[in-house]
């Protein structure tokens, strides 16, 4: 038996002070937001339609042919917002030179900058939300199969 309260990050009892992660024992403390336009309403959380359509015709005796088309579309993505990470202040950059390749677009030997996150910049606080009006990304697939 603990003679302190687990849920005080402070030292007390025989407990040590909370530090790091363990000062929020106990505590409702999450690092993703869900924004409540997501929870509510119709079409809103990620979805999909499918439409089929299918003919089926014989040739000639135990031949036949087979025509389908298919539509499937994919809506509702969701986006990760961080918003204790500023693009301006929390990544260092690097620059690299491409290895001089004829494979390569123009034949290699240009830089690439390449962005790492600093480690001060790693404290989570992220909304869960669609996408703004602007841009509502969608995937749709068409599908046409014919069977001999």
């Known amino acids: 038996m603990v003679d302190c309260d687990l849920t005080n990050p402070a030292a007390n009892g025989e407990c040590a002070a909370s530090i790091g992660n363990a000062a929020n024992f106990g505590r409702p403390n999450t690092a993703t937001i869900v924004d409540p336009k997501v929870l509510i309403g119709w079409g809103v959380r990620p979805h999909d339609n499918q439409y089929t359509f299918t003919v089926q015709q014989q040739v000639i005796p135990r031949v036949s042919a087979d025509f389908s088309f298919t539509h499937r579309s994919f809506h509702g993505f969701l986006v990760t917002n961080d918003l204790n990470r500023d693009p301006a202040t929390a990544y260092d950059t690097y620059t690299v030179t491409a290895p001089e390749d004829p494979r390569l677009p ?6 690439i900058t390449i962005y790492t996150v600093k480690p001060t910049a790693n404290v989570p606080a992220k909304t869960w939300a669609q996408p703004t009006s602007i841009c509502q990304p969608r995937f749709v697939r068409l599908n046409f199969t ?3």
């Not at 123009?106 to 830089?111: I, M, V």
């Open 106 to 111: 123009s034949g290699g030997g240009y830089p």
């Open 146 to 148: 014919v069977n001999f």
